[in-house]
């Protein structure tokens, strides 16, 4: 006799999102004191065009550049409305909370996880991905005249784990000028006495894919950033929202005007310059 399915599981009217009418996954609290779930507060923030959606980590001390910090929680700290009062508000993870409703409804937890997994992929396989680039500064004192800037050029991604490597192209006066990283943290600190552009090729693991508007049968492997070196304060980073597909190998078409030595750019949805 097979066993019976365990009672659902029954879920407290104040453990609900008041936008999706589920429970709380990943609970994000604003800062006007209102619940509702990471998801549907980004989607919320996305969809806001009424106001300027700006990061929430300007608010954060970036001086310590805390490698462990993770640009994939931007996309649950945009600055919005708040859904429910509409008042300009951020929202952070309710790490305590989020314990307790996993305790709390262990079922019904794992399915909002796995729910929560097939939308963020969706059904095309499209995903979201935010790239943080910039450099880190700081003027040096006691070296010979014209070499008084101590920098560190970094991209940071939020999906590294797909990315098979990011070609830096320096001042062809830097030797070497062109610097390939395999594994993050993808940083090139370098001494030097002016500005000048870099450029991050990005390149992704097979068989992932940028997304662009053109055919998406076509595998775009590279997205070309460029990065002016900021050499005054404590330096600059740009923020970067952007998608990612994974393209089965039928359904392939390489492109061929991917040049091995120079990746083609890809243009992506916007980019904002943030102080550190």
């Given at each position: 006799m097979a066993e019976a399915s365990p009672p659902p599981e029954a879920v407290a009217h104040d453990d609900l999102c008041p936008v999706c009418h589920l429970l709380l996954y990943d609970p994000v609290r604003t800062q006007?004191?209102?619940?509702?779930?990471?998801?549907?507060?980004?989607?919320?923030?996305?969809?806001?065009s009424t106001v300027e959606i700006m990061p929430s980590s300007l608010n954060l001390?970036?001086?310590?550049?805390?490698?462990?910090?993770?640009?994939?929680?931007?996309?649950?700290?945009?600055?919005?409305?708040c859904p429910m009062c509409r008042s300009r508000t951020t929202a952070s993870l309710d790490d305590g909370l989020k314990r307790i409703l996993e305790a709390r409804y262990p079922a019904t937890y794992a399915e909002r996880r796995a729910e929560e997994e097939a939308v963020r992929v969706g059904d095309s396989g499209v995903e979201g991905m935010v790239i943080l680039i910039g450099n880190k500064h700081r003027l040096v004192s006691g070296v010979e005249e014209g070499n008084k800037h101590d920098?560190?050029?970094?991209?940071?991604?939020?999906?590294p784990e797909i990315v098979e490597e990011v070609r830096v192209h320096l001042h062809p006066t830097f030797r070497p000028p062109r610097v390939v990283l395999h594994r993050p943290p993808f940083e090139v600190r370098r001494l030097g006495w002016g500005f000048f552009n870099i450029e991050a090729d990005i390149i992704l693991k097979e068989p992932y894919s940028w997304v662009t508007d053109?055919?998406?049968?076509?595998r775009r492997p590279s997205l070309t950033l460029d990065w002016l070196l900021r050499i005054e304060g404590r330096g600059k980073q740009g923020r970067v929202r952007t998608?990612?597909?994974?393209?089965?190998?039928?359904?392939m078409d390489i492109d061929e005007h991917v040049d091995e030595g120079r990746a083609s750019p890809v243009s992506w949805p916007h980019m904002e310059d943030e102080d550190l």
């Open positions: 006007c004191n209102h619940l509702l779930c990471g998801s549907c507060m980004a989607q919320w923030a996305d969809a806001s001390d970036h001086s310590q550049f805390d490698p462990n910090y993770d640009p994939a929680n931007e996309l649950m700290s945009l600055e919005a409305n920098w560190t050029f970094f991209v940071r991604l939020s999906r053109g055919d998406k049968r076509t998608k990612v597909r994974k393209i089965e190998a039928e359904q």
